[in-house]
């Protein structure tokens, strides 16, 4: 909660005006509890859940009516109804409800105790890029060896082949899950903001990023123009769908995010032998059809 009763107070305590954002900030807070504005989390992973796939939904529908979108589909032969998606959603929303937000409502202590603040000022933009730029590191290593766990046999036959019921992922599938697994891997999720604590605001904007990311990794769809496609390292939906691919015996692309644990630690040479051989054999694929179509008949 805010320790000024007005705005006139709050901009003698900081020594300036308040922004035009922290004005509206401060209307809107002042008189609400930390653990009141930490419990908006739940509301953000709701919409966030419920929103962000739609567009992928109409997608998919629009590939299975007409064949638009077909050359950006993964795995083509796969095609999801809307009953199939919107049965995955509802599973994903009895998780949310069981789980995902009674977590949220009981894990406000960890918040004090790392020290998120919720008042004045803001943060700036340049204070926030570089936390979620951290945020980013830390989750996608400690996920990375989460995840490895995961494909043990025990992890997978007991936790993980829940998530792997799609073999062809979709974007209602990204927190499709086991309930251990939403658990254990809310540990990565929060061991960025537990090292470098910001505003409430940045962690906000911090789990509401990594489930979009998430699932723009799980959309099953390879797009060009995806603006992820010019960020160093990222792994995105094509790198993620190979693991899904493969399956229960995958030891390979474990990265949630980046690809440079996958490379460092040697679990990424399947996923590359098979790029390279499907990139030989449309190559041979070419020369072939180029051959055949010079030659004339007599």
């Known amino acids: ?3 000024y009763v007005t705005v006139e107070e709050a901009s003698f305590a900081l020594g300036r005006n308040l922004t035009w954002l922290e004005t509206v900030w401060f209307d809107y807070s002042a008189t609400k509890s930390d653990y009141y504005l930490y419990c908006h989390n739940i509301l953000f992973l709701f919409l966030v859940f419920s929103l962000a796939p739609i567009p992928l939904v109409f997608v998919e529908l629009a590939r299975s009516v007409s064949g638009w979108f077909d050359r950006y589909k993964i795995q083509s032969k796969v095609n999801y109804s809307l009953s199939d998606m919107f049965g995955c959603y509802k599973d994903v929303m ?8 009674p977590l949220q409502l009981v894990s406000y202590p960890s918040i004090q105790m790392i020290g998120i603040r919720s008042g004045l000022p803001l943060p700036t933009l340049s204070e926030m ?3 979620l730029f951290v945020y980013f590191l830390i989750e996608d290593y400690t996920n990375y060896w989460v995840h490895r766990f995961f494909h043990s046999k025990w992890g997978y036959e007991n936790i993980h082949r829940v998530h792997h019921e799609y073999t062809a992922p979709t974007g209602y599938a990204a927190p499709y899950a086991h309930w251990a697994e939403v658990l254990l891997l809310g540990i990565p999720t929060f ?44 792994g995105g939906a094509e790198y993620h769908d190979y693991h899904h691919y493969v399956g229960g015996q995958s030891q390979s ?22 790029k390279k051989l499907l990139e030989q054999i449309k190559e041979s ?8 179509g010079g030659i004339k008949s007599d």
């Open 253 to 274: 692309n474990f990265a949630s995010v980046f690809t440079y644990c996958d490379y460092i630690y040697g679990t990424d040479k399947g996923y590359r032998f098979q």
């Open 129 to 131: 890029l570089p936390q």
């Open 191 to 234: 061991m960025g903001p537990a090292i470098a604590p910001g505003h409430m605001i940045t962690f906000w904007l911090w789990i509401a990023l990594r489930q979009i990311e998430a699932i723009e990794t799980h959309s099953g769809y390879d797009f060009p123009w995806s603006p992820t496609k010019y960020i160093p390292f990222y």
């Open 1 to 3: 909660m805010i320790p």
């Open 94 to 101: 009895k998780m949310f409800i069981l789980v995902v937000g």
């Open 285 to 292: 694929s070419k020369k072939s059809n180029k051959h055949n």
